[in-house]
């Protein structure tokens, strides 16, 4: 069968083995963005028809649908441990509530493998982040891990607008080799040795867009919305200093503008999903509505319950747990909020 080919590209320069597991849209976005400098990429996908699909029409069948590949330049599989065995660096893009079934597969050697969290969630078998999962589960020291934060919205990778990547990683020689992977001409990469705050921080953003959706859907217009988000940066900083006290500035693009995108963006799911329920969806129903995972739902539970252990003044959290665990009236948690914030 003639192999189906996208636009022509640049002669790509890397020959460093390197796979993303995913097969959701910034999964996606992440394989077009080292296709750019690969000559090969691994791509371990969810199931048989997805594999298909791409193999036979040169794009993924559900997301991000108009990103054509060159599969001369695609090995796809199902097999984790085949990508893993065949890279050296492995890039995790899965919704945080499926990668410990992707990576309870993982029977290969992979010592000295880099791996690379795209995924800005926690995972709820180990109720915590993908940094301290991997190392706790299966002995991958930070030495070994980065993690990728924003602002980055895979759907504009996708048209490639100019979009910033901040590689997180703890050795200089591994984030100058994650640099030359990732960056291209659409692509701006910075890097950064605060592994754990970058996690965090993606997570946090996402529970707070979450809640700019809410006042969306409630009719707060953008007077309160730009409070909101400056509380919440200030709130943020609060959760970061006591989970993980480093030099840091949070006015940085990989912590505000990650919120500021996510909390803004049409394209932003966890807006999305904050929208639904402010204009009355239940949050069942909300989550049923949307066809891709909202990891501020799953996040809230785990950052709510963190912030209470360590007695942090969180109220925006509160609020947001409040109305997706407690079903507690949005209108009511928010015109209690407008009071808390200023």
Not at 207 to 231: C, H, M
Not at 301 to 311: A, E, G, P, R
């Amino acid at each position: 069968m003639t192999k189906k080919k996208g636009p022509a590209k640049k002669d790509p320069q890397h020959e460093i083995p390197v796979g993303v597991v995913g097969s959701g849209s910034f999964a996606t976005a992440i394989v077009k963005m080292l296709v750019e400098n690969c000559k090969v990429v691994h791509w371990c996908v969810r199931n048989e028809f997805v594999k298909g699909a791409i193999e036979l029409r040169g794009h993924n069948p559900t997301y991000l649908t108009s990103v054509s590949f060159d599969l001369d330049r695609l090995k796809v599989t199902t097999d984790i441990n085949e990508l893993v065995s065949a890279c050296d660096v492995i890039v995790l893009a899965t919704p945080s509530i499926y990668l410990s079934d992707a990576m309870d597969k993982m029977t290969c050697n992979y010592d000295d493998k880099i791996f690379v969290s795209a995924i800005k969630g926690i995972v709820p078998k180990a109720n915590d982040v993908v940094a301290h999962y991997l190392r706790d589960e299966f002995k991958i020291g930070f030495r070994n891990q980065a993690v990728i934060a924003g602002p980055c919205h895979a759907e504009e990778v996708a048209m490639e607008r100019l979009s910033y990547l901040t590689i997180a990683v703890a050795e200089d020689e591994v984030a100058n080799k994650l640099r030359s992977l990732f960056a291209s001409d659409f692509i701006n990469v910075h890097c950064s040795k605060d592994i754990l705050g970058n996690e965090y921080s993606a997570i946090l953003k996402n529970i707070y867009a979450v809640g700019a959706g809410i006042s969306s859907g409630l009719g707060y217009g953008d007077n309160f919305t730009a409070v909101f988000v400056s509380n919440a940066v200030r709130e943020m900083e609060i959760f970061l200093e006591a989970v993980y006290e480093v030099p840091r500035d949070v006015n940085e693009s990989s912590y505000l503008g990650d919120l500021l995108v996510t909390a803004y963006s049409l394209f932003s799911r966890n807006r999305n999903l904050g929208n639904l329920i402010g204009k009355g969806y239940t949050v069942k129903s909300a989550i049923q509505s949307m066809n891709m995972i909202a990891e501020g739902y799953y996040a809230a539970n785990s950052v709510y319950h963190t912030s209470k252990d360590k007695k942090l003044n969180t109220p925006i959290i509160d609020a947001i747990y409040a109305i997706l665990y407690e079903e507690k009236s949005a209108e009511a948690e928010f015109k209690k909020l407008t009071t808390q914030l200023n």
